[in-house]
């Protein structure tokens, strides 16, 4: 087969506009082509990750099926997905789905004005798998809509906001939020806006669902006609493109593959790309050639035969499941054991959109260890059917080929058609297995597939198969245990036996890579246990069916044995928001208090909004790409940048050395000088005319390093060295030895909470623009502090400030991350832009990102308390040590308010509390929402929970005995009033009716043993502000044109939480026209210097105040224009000003609230407020897995009078489930020489849509008022952050419970995250104690923990 010279033309559709490329790149994933592409342009398709693993990027491609000679519309996340793959295809991006400009789309419409979007940046991904969806569903289930956004991950919203939108579309919604609970808003006509304010003051309704616009589905893009006629007169030829390195080959005959496949026997197929893609980008596997059998019908075949079923290798996981189901409904249950098995794990096998592109053949040739399919199929004796053109064969998947032995594998020039999985018969039975960090979108840890074949009529093993993944290198087959166990009756001699057989033959080192060994362990022994009774539970059904008396011959197992057996479905989260309405006399212009759509929300819909790396190219940019120290604490010897110099593209390297001002502190350089003091450190920067090309460049880079002593990971070394960033701090009040010596009882303890990736979805990305006159730069960037950005690029090239302009538009989400490291990027990229005189763009890799930018503080924390057996505190004594990294960044300041805080609630009248941050050899740890204070707290609480457990109390009595009761001043000696804090308690207490669900948690608990419920409820004191009065002001810059418009600056960044439509409500009340006369461009220091960073949730206090003062300096000038004219309109008055000389612009300041704090006397007014609020959360655990499901949250929150309630009622869900991801999933690795493995959403786990609690209720607190703030109003960013620590305590009240049933001392160290691994081994058990355990101090663990 002669190849041709040239590319031929790979043909597809955007949009319904044809492209057409002529010299396609098979490395050219559609994301990047979308987004480069100088006439597609489409930049609403985001990069967040590139692994798959978020879902930012989804598009929808649709392709004509041959087989079924239908249209397939299906998902698909860009960044996997090679060009070359969609030759015939039509592909649609958020902007073909609507626009502003043109006709927005229902889903568009309903997600934005359900308050769906925050940031925005994950919207349009969101926005495009609910499309997909509703092109192939239009009135899908609630379930379809869940499993269709499972893959994709939000960080700011918390996902309930996003499903309301979804389920109007959904059959069994009506689109009321209350219908769940029994009660329906409609009922009491509230169901328009106005009606709201009218009948009562406590509103239920965020968004009028009356004004949606329908669904029509003959509105949609339709097949491209020309796709169409190619699709049903399929070319035969081979189609081939060739890129600069690589050469993409797509026959169109299974003839010619094969061929191709003996001609390259080393060429991969390529088919979803999800397994080639990432190790391609990981690992840097390199394939010169690439096989696409996309085109080859014999591929997807699936064919019924009467022994089984045979799927073809290319048919995706979708589509297998699909016809797995279709297949159990037509046949009899004993027959489809195996396909009831391989159904139970492909809804959790990644997102939609993995799932959509993904081949069986590919994940069965991957071989993947944590495989969910390949244990399945091994222990169903599925067969391979492969084909070569010498002929075809079959081989088993069993344990040699799945070890990937050379005997059982396929050969060189062979291919995979198709799979045959055999029914299965009767008297067998199959099931499968699988435990991940969360339930879905998540690599299992361990999975497992078990078959038992009993000889007919009896519980007599004939045969027996168990595999295994995730416990070694490949999946494993437990060949040799299984064959020991045969002939054993199915008893508890037996799974005595069968756990020692299967520990002692898939055992796994200490040092096994993944860590979380002894889980693992445990896991392969609770796995079977739960086959084992689910196998008992079926054998007992003939013989009840068949009214055998005598059924007793099988084991018994105790009613409260069998919770074992049930999986936590996935559900469908529901709940209620409650706010008060604003008062009837309030005029209809005045948008304050209303629950206002955010102002980009459309735009974030229709992928319009611009994001940093949205903005086009402009003229001569360049790209750059940062080195890093691969070593912990070195001296650098040499950096030899030849060889990435001689790259083509490469233009330039900069190091410190290019520096003109200056290099950053002393002991934090922007580019390392000398000395590198942990992995991820910037030592370098390469400039390279595209972004490949750079990185490619870095890997260039030769650096050698002289390593150094001490390297210090853990608090434990840092505290062992001495090794501290700031002295300690410290609070005391009363006589604590005295108090001690007075207390009825006293309990020690230790706290271990683990830090916290910010992972904003929006990667930190700058871009800089040299200008050509007077040193001037304008600098693009995704910052919560342009000023501070500013401040260091001016510093760093050493010309002044007012050169150097920073515009923020919108940031895609920020947690606190965004606060000092943009400065860092922003001025190595300034140093690039000067050096070199051209334009720079920086856009950090998820890895990069993760990589190089700290986190939240990990914290460790000692605790003594003193108290009366009747609960009363009398004393506590905490020592806080938290790991600041390498530098000092904020951790000083971290340490202040861990401090400050760490009282919470509590009144204890004898207090110590000391901080202290070390300094280790990490990357520099730094601001994350609620600064210290979901760390400190957690030891607090914990200590109320200790306190619990020794008095036989229950922790909310302990809690509410030590609550402030009355106005009182707290160990800062800040006098405050705590009724609200109580008040929140109590109808948090009501509300949940927690008195009567305890009850049901410990009837439940009495009855099941395996699964056990837990229910906590948490009250909250959040101190919002800075502890300096420097920090509280801002200003504003406001102007009317002559038109009447009104365009609105303020010194607050866009990050999500909607600053920027809270600040045209108070525009528009003070002005008292409406928000649509108005406009806010961006933040920008050209407009308002000197700005303080959007931080510490006062932005909208602050700056509102500002835009208030602004209005008012106007409105003051337009009074006399206005008496005259009291008739008259806005754009009258407007012209009549500017005829009579009257500035219409002016500036509006706010001078803010006083605060300090004296360290000397431990005495201060540190915080303007407090913001008030109590969560309970109720979860249920299975004690032989570790996994819970959350059952119900409610939350009351104190925010006063809202300026927006839809946007705080979001603020306060998104803060909450992230806090929940604290203190749950999200668990950093560190690998003993201190690199972070967890560097990806596959290693790193936030909460998914499948996360949020079942039920989940917010209710703002009525009736509250603030004479503090701008309308008596509250930032609430960041304190729902602490209340998801309610599920962590949910969860360890669940523990306590099983440790108790089983004997088990109360265990006084507390570690969060309390993930799956922790939760399991916490409730010891049998299997627990089987399990081998390694000496410490005989191997080197995979990772080390750093709290
Ligand atoms: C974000 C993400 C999450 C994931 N989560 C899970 C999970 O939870 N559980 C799980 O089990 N897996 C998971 N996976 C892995 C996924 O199941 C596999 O990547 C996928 O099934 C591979 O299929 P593919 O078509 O994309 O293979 P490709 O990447 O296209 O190919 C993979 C390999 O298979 C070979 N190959 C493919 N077809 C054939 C054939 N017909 N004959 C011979 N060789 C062939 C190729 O040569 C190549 O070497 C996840 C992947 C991603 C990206
Ligand atoms: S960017 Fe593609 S899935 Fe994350
Ligand atoms: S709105 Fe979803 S990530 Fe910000």
Known sequence: MPYPSRSDELLFFVNGRKVIERNADPEVTLLNFLRKNRTLCLTGTKY????????????????????????????????????????????????????????????????????????????????????????????????????????????????????????????????????????????????DSSSLDRKSDICTELFAKEEFQPLDPTQELIFPPELLRMAENPEKRTLIFYGERVTWISPGTLKDLLELKGKHPEAPLILGNTSLGPTMKSQGHFHPILLSPARIPELSTVTKTSDGLTIGAGCSLAQMRDILAERILELPEEKTQTFRALLKHLPHLAGQQIRNMASLGGHIISRHCYSDLNPVLAVGNATLNLISEEGSRQIPLNEYFLAGLASADLRPKEILESVHIPHSRKWEFVSAFRQAQCQQNALPDVNAGMRVLFKEGTDTIEDLSVAYGGVGAATICAQKSCQQLLGRRWNELMLDEACRLLLDEVSLPGSAPGGRVEFRRTLVVSFLFKFYLEVLQELKKPLKLLSVPDSRRYPEIPDRFLSALEDFPLTIPQGVQTYQSVTPHQPLQDPVGRPIMHLSGLKHATGEAIFCDDIPMVDKELFMALVTSTRAHAKIISIDSAEALELPGVVDVITAEDIPGTNGAEDDRLLA?????????????????????????????????????????????????????????????????????????????????????????????????????????????????????????????????????????????????????????????????????????????????????????????????????????????????????????????????????????????????????????????????????????????????????????????????????????????????????????????????????????????????????????????????????????????????????????????????????KMLQVASRELKIPMSYMHICETSTATVPNTVATAASIGADVNGRAVQNACQILLKRLEPIIKKNPEGTWEDWIEAAFEQRISLSATGYFRGYKAFMDWEKGEGDPFPYYVYGAACSEVEIDCLTGAHKKIRTDVVMDACCSLNPAIDIGQIEGSFIQGMGLYTTEELKYSPEGVLYSRSPDEYKIPTINDVPEEFNVSLLPSSHTPLTIYSSKGLGESGMFLGSSVFFAIADAVATARRERDLAEDFTVRSPATPERVRMSCADRFTEMIPRDDPKTFKPWSIPIA
Not at 157 to 186: D, P, V
Not at 888 to 917: H, P
Request: charged share 20%; net charge neutral.
């Open 48 to 191: 967040a990750c590139g692994r798959g693993g978020c879902g930012a990027c989804t598009v929808m491609v649709s392709k004509h099926d041959p087989m079924s000679r239908k249209i397939r519309h299906f998902s698909v996340t860009a960044c996997l997905v090679p060009i070359c793959s969609l030759h015939g295809a039509a592909v649609t991006t958020v902007e073909g789905v609507g626009s502003i400009k043109t006709r927005l789309h229902p889903v568009q419409e309903r997600i934005a004005k359900s308050h769906g979007t925050q940031c925005g940046f994950c919207t349009p991904g969101m926005v495009m798998s609910m499309y997909t969806l509703l092109r192939n569903h239009p009135q899908p289930s609630e379930e379809q809509l869940m499993e269709a956004l499972g893959g994709n991950l939000c960080r700011c919203t918390g996902y309930r906001s996003i499903l309301a939108g979804g389920r109007t579309f959904c059959m069994e919604s009506n689109g009321c939020q209350q219908k769940e609970t029994g009660k329906c808003c409609l009922d009491q006509g509230e169901n």
């Open 673 to 1061: 000088v000398d000395e590198v003091f942990c992995v991820g450190q910037i030592i370098c920067a390469v400039v390279a005319e595209t972004d490949v090309q750079a990185k490619q460049a870095i890997e260039m880079i030769k650096i050698t390093y002289e390593d150094l002593e001490p390297v210090i990971f853990t608090i434990e070394d840092a505290i062992k060295h001495n090794s501290f960033l700031c002295p300690e701090k410290r609070l005391e009040q009363g006589n604590i030895e005295e108090a001690f010596e007075k207390a009825d009882q006293i309990v020690e303890g230790e706290v271990h909470v683990g830090g916290q990736e910010h992972f904003y979805m929006e990667t930190q990305r700058v871009l800089v623009i040299p200008k050509t006159e007077d040193k001037e730069l304008d600098i693009y960037v995704s910052t919560q502090d342009p000023a501070h950005v500013q401040k260091t690029v001016s510093s760093t090239l050493n010309v002044p400030i007012n050169r150097i302009t920073c515009h923020v538009k919108r940031v895609g989400g920020g947690f606190g991350g965004k606060v000092g490291r943009p400065a860092v990027f922003g001025a190595i990229a300034a140093v690039g832009a000067v050096k070199t005189g051209h334009p720079i763009r920086l856009v950090l890799d998820r890895e990069d990102d993760m990589l190089i930018t700290g986190g939240r503080h990990p914290l460790f924390g000692k605790y003594k308390v003193g108290f009366m057996n009747n609960g009363r505190i009398k004393a506590m004594d905490v020592e806080c040590y938290i790991n600041g990294g390498c530098t000092l960044d904020d951790s000083e300041m971290v340490t202040e308010f861990l401090i400050l805080k760490m009282e919470n609630a509590y009144k204890i009248r004898n207090l110590r509390f000391r901080g202290r941050a070390c300094m280790t050899n990490l990357p520099s740890n730094t601001a994350f929402r609620g600064f210290g204070f979901p760390q400190g707290t957690l030891v607090t609480e914990s200590c109320i929970t200790a306190v619990a457990a020794k008095c036989g109390l229950l922790p909310e009595q302990i809690r509410e005995k030590n609550m402030y009761k009355t106005v009182d001043k707290t160990i800062y000696k800040q006098a405050f009033n705590p009724e609200t804090l109580i008040r929140c308690w109590n109808e948090c207490l009501d509300k949940s009716s927690f008195h009567s669900r305890r009850m049901q948690v410990e009837e439940f608990n009495k009855k099941n043993y395996w699964k056990k419920k837990g229910i906590a409820i948490i009250p909250m004191k959040f101190s919002v502000g800075f502890a300096a009065t420097s920090y509280h002001q801002a200003a504003a810059l406001v102007h009317i044109y002559t038109d009447g418009s009104v365009l609105v600056t303020h010194g607050g960044n866009e990050l999500g939480q909607g600053i920027h439509t």
